[in-house]
């Protein structure tokens, strides 16, 4: 599923457009820093050489599309305008290069990390740390990204071919549940037989609780204030939901016999979450701080956090655990729980995400509206 087919002629086709393109289409646009996105009418972008053009079946919300455009003016380097939207899957529809024709009409999840493929970072396959990646990251995050009816993705090498009838709960997994895979996945104590313990069960929490179950962990514990949160925490696996931080401390030390976790996921990253996870450690534990919600840790090589400390803040993950994950999914070893918004909702599905009234995962789907292009 991660390699296109073979190249089957492309006779039905023109040249390099699967379907005839509509001059315009709808996209949701941020203008201005501190402000929210308006959904605009812009011309659909014609792909330049290399370039491929994606109709998008669906794009996932993410909190960081909160982070962006309550970032005030000088915080982030992107230029204004661009169209958020940066967990897409999409079927392509038109390509720049008669050599990428064999992509045409193929549905693909695309990997977010715009990386240069060049770099000594992306040669080693750590391409979500591409060195050349200063400024925008990739669509939706200072480029035009998939809230929108079309995008433009630069090269066909950021795309992971999947199943068309895999559904919209694949969109969320581009990020969600390559952020949550990478972030498991990326850590060098094995969590076969450990004490793990998941805090936020929300979009990427809910991911990671399953790849972390698929692993033999000991046990695992999952920390969500909402009710909601820890019953679908329960369902997919968790030994133990608990409430709050406080209270996953306490209990952590009753299962480990006062050791301690050895692996502590923090979805959320505020101040609460980042203190209780260094404390909740065990001797040899790693501590990874996926949320980015302010939260600060001072740590030393005496007494702060216990001996053989690892604290890790990954960022997404590279185009190989992409592919994994998408992998995972196929195998029905993880599976997004994802809720449908259609383009017209998308300010009320924003504002659901930021009172944490969605559980799983918000998607939005272009075809849906009867406005569709
Ligand atoms: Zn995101
Ligand atoms: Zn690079």
């Known amino acids: ?25 709808r996209a949701w646009r941020l203008h201005e820093w501190g ?28 909190h960081s599309d909160l982070h ?33 024709e064999h992509w045409l009409g193929l549905t693909c999840a695309v990997h977010g990390v715009w990386s240069c493929g060049e770099c000594r970072k992306c040669r ?17 995050i200072g480029l035009d990204g998939g809230l929108a009816d079309y995008i433009l993705v630069p090269s066909a090498r950021h795309l992971v071919g999947v199943d068309p009838t895999a559904g919209t709960a694949l969109a969320p997994l581009t990020d969600a549940g390559l952020t949550a895979f990478h972030a498991v996945d990326s850590q060098p104590v094995d969590v076969a037989g450990a004490v793990v313990v998941v805090i936020g069960i ?111 803040a990954p960022f997404w993950g590279p185009h190989a655990d992409l592919a994994a994950v998408l992998g995972l999914a196929a195998d029905g070893e993880i599976a997004s729980v994802v809720e449908e918004r259609t383009m017209d909702e998308v300010p009320a599905a924003y504002e659901d995400l930021r009172r944490g009234r969605a559980s799983g995962r918000l998607v939005v789907v272009p075809g849906r509206d009867p406005s569709a292009a």
Request: overall charge negative; aromatic content about 2%.
């Open 1 to 25: 599923m991660t390699t296109p087919p073979p190249a089957t002629g492309t006779g039905e086709h023109s040249a390099t457009t699967r379907d005839e393109l509509p001059a315009t289409m």
């Open 35 to 62: 402000s929210r996105p308006t959904l605009d009418r812009v011309p659909v972008p014609r792909p330049g050489p290399g370039e491929v053009l994606l109709k998008v079946d669906a794009a996932g919300l993410c």
């Open 68 to 100: 962006i455009m309550d970032s005030p003016e000088g915080r982030l380097p992107y230029t204004l305008p661009f169209t958020l939207g940066h967990e897409v899957v999409g079927t392509v529809v038109a390509v720049g290069d008669r050599a990428e």
């Open 124 to 140: 080693s396959g750590r391409d979500n740390y591409c060195v050349r990646l200063d400024g925008a990251i990739g669509g939706g």
């Open 202 to 312: 929300g979009g990427l929490g809910h991911l990671a609780l399953q790849v972390v179950r698929s692993r033999s962990p000991e046990v695992v514990v999952a920390v969500d204030p909402r009710r909601g949160a820890r019953d679908l925490a329960t369902e997919l696996g968790a030994d133990h939901a608990v409430a709050s931080v406080a209270e996953a401390v306490d209990l952590v030390a009753r299962l480990s016999g006062d050791t301690g976790a050895d692996l502590v996921f923090d979805f959320v990253g505020v101040q609460d979450t980042v203190t209780a996870g260094a404390r909740m450690l065990a001797t040899g534990g790693g501590l990874t701080v996926v949320g980015s919600a302010g939260g600060s840790l001072t740590v030393d090589k005496q007494g702060s956090v216990p001996r053989g400390w690892r604290v890790a």
